[in-house]
């Protein structure tokens, strides 16, 4: 198994398991209105395959679960660090509570961490489902602000 950049031909797979997670209610999403992806947005994909195949060999379903990250920056102890939002962390149900969550986030916490961001933030669904993970609340976080970049920035207050 292996993280990587969802490619565009899995956009589609990628929505259906969103929706899936998110809004079954809704059932499937017939009509194509998706927004394009705003600027920093980075959907990944975990897929039960070697991490040398080719895209264009990955099938449906090698695509095991999915995650996103946004690029935000956030002031923290009074200097600016990157602060990649995690975010759309889902599976189907047909590959639930055999591990492959936490696999993908450890593997993008590696991805994060080599590509120079070394903080990362994920608002979740509900706590004790990420606190099995390591995950914590840690922060709270002021209004967001706009940088001279018109990059979304947050002021972070560390509890403690």
Known sequence: MHLRPLPDEHREQYGDVLNYAFRPEAGPDWDDNRIPDPEGHHPRGFYDAPPDTPTAALGRDDL??????YDFTARVRDEWHP??????????PHTRRQGHI?????ELL???R???????????????FYRRFGWA??????PALKG????????????G
């Not at 936490?102 to 450890?106: E, F, Q």
């Not at 609340?137 to 002021?142: E, G, Q, Y």
Request: aromatic letters at 10%; one cysteine or more; hydrophobic letters at 45%.
């Open 114 to 128: 080599d590509t120079g961001r070394y903080l990362s933030a994920l608002w979740p669904f509900k706590y004790e």
């Open 148 to 159: 001279e970049d018109s990059q979304p920035r947050w002021d972070i207050k560390i509890r």
């Open 83 to 92: 602060l990649p939002d995690i975010s759309a962390v889902a599976s189907p």
């Open 137 to 142: 609340t840690a922060i709270d976080i002021l």
């Open 102 to 106: 936490a696999s993908m986030l450890d």
């Open 64 to 69: 095991v679960t999915v995650c996103a990250f």
């Open 110 to 112: 590696v991805e994060l």
